[in-house]
């Protein structure tokens, strides 16, 4: 099965900036429509970005829209996101989220998780 692994979170003051990593193994990541969610704790886990396969759909959460850029490297089986402008609400556990056969949508059926990585916006 896929294997997913986060990286890139940290301790960052608001305003500042962070690039998300995540390296998937073990399936065919370039087919994968792949997904960015996040947990705050009290909160359920939420849609943040998705990008399909091909790179050409892109899916943004109204609350990081503007703020926030997602795109693969599918040589590297890798995507990422990257985070501007950050505000203290961004503060949670960010997890990447593979859909074998989707559109990258916060709809779509996310069956293989990443451990999480922790983003905390110091205000």
């Known amino acids: 099965q896929v294997q997913l692994v986060e990286s890139g979170g940290g301790l960052v003051q608001s305003g500042g900036s962070l690039r998300l990593s995540c390296a998937a193994s073990g399936g065919t990541f370039s087919s994968y429509a792949m997904g960015w969610f996040r947990q705050a704790p009290g909160r359920e886990r939420e849609f943040v970005a998705g990008?399909?396969?091909?790179?050409?759909?892109?899916y943004y959460a109204d609350s990081v829209k503007g703020r926030a850029t997602i795109y693969r490297d599918n040589a590297k089986n890798t995507v990422y996101l990257q985070m501007n402008s950050l505000k203290h609400e961004d503060t949670a556990v960010y997890y990447c989220?593979?859909?074998?056969?989707?559109?990258?949508?916060?709809?779509?059926?996310?069956?293989?998780w990443g451990q999480g990585t922790q983003v905390t916006v110091s205000s």
């Open positions: 990008i399909k396969w091909t790179g050409k759909r892109l």
């Open positions: 989220a593979a859909d074998p056969d989707g559109l990258g949508s916060g709809a779509g059926a996310y069956d293989h």
